[in-house]
């Protein structure tokens, strides 16, 4: 039997965003992987309405590597590209995210 750690800790609404944002970035740098992290990470990626967390959430689904992020991410880089198309670096981070679960994003590029 697997169990999934952090979970218990990611649905406790007694813990603060910043706290939960901080152990999935330690779960994306470990070997853990389950479905409820995948859906807790997608989850609060799209969510999220404070746009450096977003944009952290973002990155860090990419290092989660289910390629099953790409959609979202592609969404968002979409969006980004329409509503902040200066910001190269944070359009750079969210397309080597895509990149890194094995998706394109090129075409994104010329809107």
């Known amino acids: 039997m697997s169990i999934c750690?952090?979970?218990?800790?990611l649905q406790d609404e007694a813990f603060h965003n910043g706290i939960?944002?901080?152990l999935?970035?330690?779960i994306c740098e470990s070997p853990v992987r389950c479905e409820a992290i995948?859906?807790?990470l997608k989850t609060a990626?799209?969510?999220?309405?404070d746009p450096e967390e977003?944009?952290?959430l973002g990155i860090l689904l990419g290092e989660y590597g289910d390629s099953r992020g790409i959609p979202v991410l592609r969404k968002y880089l979409e969006s980004?590209?329409?509503t902040a198309p200066t910001q190269r670096q944070a359009l750079?981070?969210?397309a080597s995210a895509i990149y890194k679960l094995g998706g394109q994003y090129e075409d994104l590029m010329h809107i």
Not at 5 to 9: L, R
Not at 45 to 49: A, D, G, P, S, Y
């Open 24 to 26: 999935l970035n330690y």
């Open 54 to 56: 977003k944009h952290f």
């Open 92 to 94: 750079q981070e969210i």
């Open 45 to 49: 990626f799209k969510q999220n309405q």
């Open 20 to 22: 939960k944002i901080g």
């Open 38 to 40: 995948f859906t807790f």
């Open 5 to 9: 750690v952090g979970t218990e800790i």
């Open 80 to 82: 980004l590209l329409r």
